[in-house]
């Protein structure tokens, strides 16, 4: 079985050393991602709009691997402050609230101060 690796052209990619997905069969997994608009390499204000951008951009991937957001079984979501949890949830529940893959919020830092939100996800192609 051939292994597709899918870009968004981040820095971060080549720089760390990592695919935004990596496709086998009927398979995806999308890496971390932030809320950065790679075209501009800006981040929005708000945990509500970098989640957007986040999702969004974890949704180009899986169509460039031949995958929709219907076919996310597992999400895996990172807030920096417990607080902004409410506004993920409402974003959240907006991309996948017919979806309802398996998910897990944790609380933690990450790797810049600007970010607030990084999603990771797999998905399985029926």
């Not at 990592?18 to 086998?24: E, N």
């Not at 957001?69 to 949830?89: F, H, N």
Request: aromatic share 8%; proline share 4%.
């Amino acid at each position: 079985m051939s292994r597709r690796l899918i870009s968004t052209g981040s820095p971060f990619e080549a720089t760390a050393g990592y695919a935004r997905a990596v496709v086998v069969g009927d398979r995806a997994w999308v890496a971390g991602t932030t809320g950065y608009d790679y075209a501009t390499m800006t981040m929005p204000d708000g945990v509500a709009a970098q989640a957007r951008n986040a999702l969004a951009t974890v949704a180009r991937a899986l169509a460039e691997g031949g995958f929709a957001m219907g076919d996310v079984v597992r999400a895996r979501y990172i807030v920096t402050d417990r607080t902004l949890v409410p506004e993920v949830y409402a974003v959240l529940g907006e991309v996948f609230g017919d979806i309802r893959p398996a998910a897990t919020m944790i609380v933690a830092g990450l790797a810049e101060p600007e970010m607030l939100f990084e999603v990771e996800v797999d998905a399985v192609r029926a």
